[in-house]
């Protein structure tokens, strides 16, 4: 990381050469509560942590307390709002991908975040490895066999036939398209459209920090909408629901994560797969992850973002060689030409007849990746210093979406060929198809593998330190939040939001387990995704008004 001067009211590195300040009556920390209580010391703002905090501390005692009417609720909350809001999840999610494509080629792509002389503080190699273990990890280990073998055989995305008939055998005619549409459908949820999500909160927090001199916050963005208004309640409003979005997102990650590591234990080691058990491990992890949180950003979530790296390239590279070279390339070539192929299809959102897609999938990720966009937004924006428009955008949105498709085609393509090489003893087919456990879908399709036991080891250990990763950096994240954008704010307010990320997560899983955590995901997204629609517009007015290259 380079040296650089930063401001001591706002610890935020200052514009380098030609920047277009905003010249704001408002002094970071004016709205805080300062106090000291022996060797720990809080600044909070006031009223984003006070409404954020004990709001989710009642939503704790309510899940706990109640835990049969929680989950009651939360079972018939998703499938009602996703049947409800499909269409504008869908709708936005194209505009996102829209306006960051717009950005590539139009001339305010060579403005440079920091200012006209900025250089970057990581090389590309740490920079692309923060970005991606923040952004995706845990997921793409859920559902990187799961997805593609599920959209093949069971969705049915546009209508796409099964190749597999109700007595287990393979409809030959039926194969080829099913093979492609499996890796198209997973890859559009994978690909261009969760990376645009990110990067238009990214990039709307970088240049309103980094260029306007404004706090590390959400509300910054909104400053050419309200201008000093931002600061009174239509800020506290969005910060607060920023905050709302990011724990409810995190927790779900998660949740699906300790789920997954306890499949793998019990696989691997024989250790009960029960609630009891993900609830240890949720527990246990989030300890670690407090470790790192007092490491801080470089000696904690760099370190671990790069162990995350090589451990996942190798596990990816084994797969890759231990499935057949040539068989994977082709898989990912054909899933490549099949999404470019059905991507204006597969986006649409109306007049379509696969609810089970559009609805229990598409929906359900564009407000699980709008839910992370806070978390992976800001901390995007944190390590993206120094980087023009043009070179931030087709690094956040191609590149790691390659890396996704790159690793959906290995592992999703390995265990497609095995369901249709031997559909009758095929562990992916009897774990994914047949019974439907999810958490266990990798460690089936890795028993197909040589070395499994090896492997499998592997992989529960890269769960475990995504899922480490992920807390640390939500916690930072959602901490600069609710201290009004002050990136160093004492220690223990990082520690309180470790801490509940973890609890949120457990009183999920006790209160309904998947369908609660896609929930809340769901319900947090909705309102979410108007405040990223409002900061599109935003982004392209602070960017008229900076120099360019």
């Known amino acids: ?32 509560i300062q106090t000291q209580v022996g060797p720990f010391g809080m600044d909070i703002h006031n009223p984003v942590f006070l409404i954020s905090g004990l709001s989710i501390m009642a939503f704790v005692f309510y899940a706990l307390a109640l835990p049969e009417q929680a989950g009651e609720f939360f079972g018939w909350l998703r499938p009602a709002l996703t049947s409800s809001f499909d269409w504008f999840f869908l709708s936005a999610a194209n505009i996102f991908v829209l306006f960051c494509l717009a950005l590539i080629v139009l001339p305010v792509g060579s403005v440079r975040l920091g200012g006209a002389d900025a250089t970057p503080d990581y090389t590309y190699l740490g920079w692309f490895a923060m970005l991606f273990a923040a952004g995706m990890g845990i997921g793409l280990m859920f559902f990187g066999v799961l997805e593609p073998v599920y959209h093949m055989a069971i969705s049915q995305p546009l209508g796409t036939p099964s190749p597999i008939a109700e007595d287990g055998s393979i409809i030959a005619a039926n194969v080829d398209a099913a093979r492609e549409m499996g890796l198209a459908a997973t890859i559009y949820h994978w690909g261009l459209h969760p990376w645009a999500i990110y990067a238009v909160v990214a990039l709307a927090l970088a240049l309103f920090s980094y260029n306007k001199g404004l706090p590390l916050t959400i509300r910054s963005a909104f400053y050419p909408i309200f201008g000093e208004k931002v600061w009174g309640w239509w800020g506290h409003v969005i910060d607060t629901l920023a905050v709302f979005a990011t724990l409810f997102g995190l927790a779900t990650s998660l949740g699906f994560g300790a789920q997954q590591a306890n499949a793998g234990l ?12 993900q609830i240890l491990l949720i527990t246990f992890i989030t300890a670690i992850a407090l470790v790192s949180v007092l490491r801080g950003l470089d000696g904690g979530v760099k370190l671990l973002s790069e162990i995350n790296m090589g451990i996942a390239a190798v596990l990816l590279v084994f797969v890759f060689f231990a499935a057949g070279a040539m068989a994977i390339l082709t898989e990912f ?22 609810d089970a897609y559009r609805q229990g999938w598409t929906a359900f990720y564009w407000a699980w990746w709008i839910s992370w966009s806070p978390f992976v937004g800001m901390f995007i924006a944190r390590v993206s210093r120094g980087r023009t428009v043009r070179e931030f955008i087709i690094c956040v949105l191609l590149i790691p979406s390659l890396v996704c498709i790159l690793w959906m085609a290995t592992f999703g393509g390995a265990a497609i060929e095995q369901v249709l090489a031997d559909p ?20 089936a399709m890795l028993e197909g593998l040589p070395l499994a036991s090896l492997t499998s080891v592997i992989a529960i250990v890269l769960v475990i ?4 990763t992920s807390s640390d950096s939500g916690s930072l994240v959602i901490d600069t939040i609710t201290a009004g954008g002050k990136v160093d704010a004492p220690v223990p307010q990082r520690v309180f939001w470790c801490v509940f990320e973890g609890a949120v997560a457990i009183v999920l899983l006790l209160g309904g387990g998947l369908a609660a955590l896609q929930a809340m995901v769901i319900s947090t997204g909705l ?12 982004i392209y007015q602070g960017l008229r008004t900076e120099r360019r290259a």
């Open 527 to 538: 309102p979410f995704t108007l405040v990223l629609l409002a900061m599109c517009w935003a």
């Open 424 to 443: 009758v003893n095929s562990p992916v087919k009897a774990q994914v198809i047949d019974s439907y456990n999810p958490p266990i879908s990798l460690f």
């Open 1 to 32: 990381m380079t040296e650089n001067s930063v401001d001591p009211e706002t610890g935020i590195p200052v514009p380098e050469g030609a920047a277009n300040l905003i010249d704001t009556e408002y002094t970071i920390g004016q709205d805080n």
């Open 266 to 277: 019990e696989h691997v080691f024989g250790i009960p797969n029960n609630t009891t058990v």
């Open 333 to 354: 070539g054909q899933g490549m030409v099949a999404y470019a192929k059905d991507l204006i299809p597969l986006s649409n959102p109306f007049g379509r007849e696969d």
């Open 465 to 468: 330190v995504f899922f480490v």
